[in-house]
C-alpha cells in the first residue's frame, strides 16, 4: 500500500514540474543564475559544475547548452572558475555579488516605496549612470532629468539627487500613465499567477514531492518570479491600480517558496558540494528569507 502511495507522489511530483516547464520560458544562462541567486550564493556561493549540470538537466536543459552558458558568464565577468581535484567550482565574482544582493533584496525582502526621486544628470551625457537608472525603473523627463521610485538614493557622487514628496491624486496617476507601463508590469504578474496557480491548488491538497522535486519547483517559482519582479518600476503603492497583481504575485511567491522549502533545501544539503564539503541546508541568509517572506505571505 505504501509504496503504490509513494509511486502516486512520485507521478504527482513528475507532472507538476513538467507542466511548470512547459510554461515557464528558460534560457539556460538564466536559469544558472536563478540556481546561483536561490541557493548558491546564500550558502558561501561556490559549485560543483557537475551539480549545475545536473540541476539544469531535471528542468530539460542539455550539458552542451550548460556548458555554453557557463562559459559565457565566465567570459561576461560573473562566473570565476577553479579546480579542485577532477572538478571544476564555480562562484560568482565580486561585481556579480552586487547585482545579486540588489535582486535578492527585491524577491526575498521587499519593501514598500513611499516616495520619489528627480536625479540630475548634470552637463555629461555619456556615462552609464542614466541607462543605469532606468534599468531601475527611472524615466526621463528631459535630457537632463530623470523621475523613479525612491528604492534607494543613487550613490554615484556625479548625479544629484531630490527626494520628492507628492499627495495621490488624479494628477500623480496620470503621470505614472503617461511615463510607465503598468499594463506590462500588471501582464507579468498576471501570467505568474496562472502559472502557478496549479502549483498552490496540489500543495493546498496534500500532494507529496521528493526532495528533488521540490527544489526543482521552488526554482521554476524563483525563476519565473524574478523575470516579473524584476522588471517592475516598483512605483508607490498609492499610484497603483486596485487590487493590483503584483502584491497577490508576492504573496503567492512567498506562501510556496516557504512550502517548497524545507524539503528543497534538506536535497540541497544533501547533494550540493562547495569543494570540500556539502552546501550547508541553511545558513542566516536563508534564515532571514525565511522571516521576510513569512511577513509577506502573513500580510505583515
Keep these: 500500500m505504501s509504496d503504490a502511495r509513494g509511486s502516486s507522489a512520485e507521478g504527482d511530483g513528475k507532472t507538476l514540474v513538467s507542466r511548470l516547464v512547459e510554461a515557464v520560458p528558460l534560457r539556460s544562462g538564466s536559469f544558472i543564475v536563478t540556481l ?13 559544475m557537475g551539480n549545475i549540470i545536473e540541476t539544469c538537466r531535471t528542468v530539460g536543459i542539455s550539458e552542451t547548452l550548460v556548458r555554453t552558458a557557463v562559459s559565457r558568464l565566465v567570459a561576461a565577468g ?4 577553479e579546480r579542485q581535484g577532477r572538478r ?6 565580486d561585481a556579480a555579488r552586487r547585482e545579486f544582493l540588489s535582486a535578492s533584496r527585491i524577491l526575498f525582502d521587499p519593501q514598500p516605496e513611499a516616495g520619489w526621486l528627480f536625479v540630475w544628470l548634470g552637463a555629461d551625457q555619456t556615462g552609464e549612470a542614466g541607462p543605469a537608472l532606468e534599468r531601475q525603473g527611472f524615466v526621463r523627463l528631459g535630457p537632463h532629468w530623470l523621475l523613479g521610485p525612491a528604492h534607494h538614493l543613487p550613490a554615484d557622487p556625479s548625479l544629484v539627487a531630490f527626494d520628492a514628496r507628492t499627495a495621490a491624486g488624479p494628477m500623480l496617476r496620470r503621470l505614472v500613465a503617461a511615463h510607465w507601463d503598468l ?16 502549483l498552490a491548488a496540489a500543495l493546498a491538497d496534500g500532494v507529496r514531492l521528493a526532495d528533488a522535486q521540490a527544489l ?4 521554476l517559482l524563483v525563476h519565473a518570479y524574478r523575470a516579473a519582479a524584476l522588471r517592475d518600476a516598483r512605483l508607490p503603492a498609492d499610484t497603483l491600480p486596485p487590487d493590483w497583481s503584483g502584491h497577490r504575485a508576492g504573496r503567492l511567491f512567498a506562501d510556496l517558496y516557504l512550502r517548497l522549502s524545507p524539503a528543497a533545501d534538506r536535497y ?15 545558513s542566516p541568509d536563508i534564515l532571514g528569507r525565511t522571516a521576510s517572506l513569512a ?6
Design 36 to 48: 546561483y541567486g536561490d541557493v548558491v550564493e546564500p550558502r558561501g556561493g561556490r559549485l560543483w
Design 78 to 81: 560573473q562566473l570565476s572558475g
Design 88 to 93: 571544476s567550482f564555480y562562484q560568482l565574482t
Design 183 to 198: 499594463a506590462a508590469f500588471g501582464a507579468a504578474y498576471d501570467a505568474f499567477l496562472a502559472a502557478f496557480a496549479g
Design 216 to 219: 526543482q519547483l521552488r526554482l
Design 268 to 282: 540541497v544539503g544533501q547533494h550540493f558540494l562547495a569543494g570540500d564539503g556539502l552546501l550547508p541546508a541553511e
Design 295 to 300: 511577513r509577506v505571505r502573513d500580510g505583515a
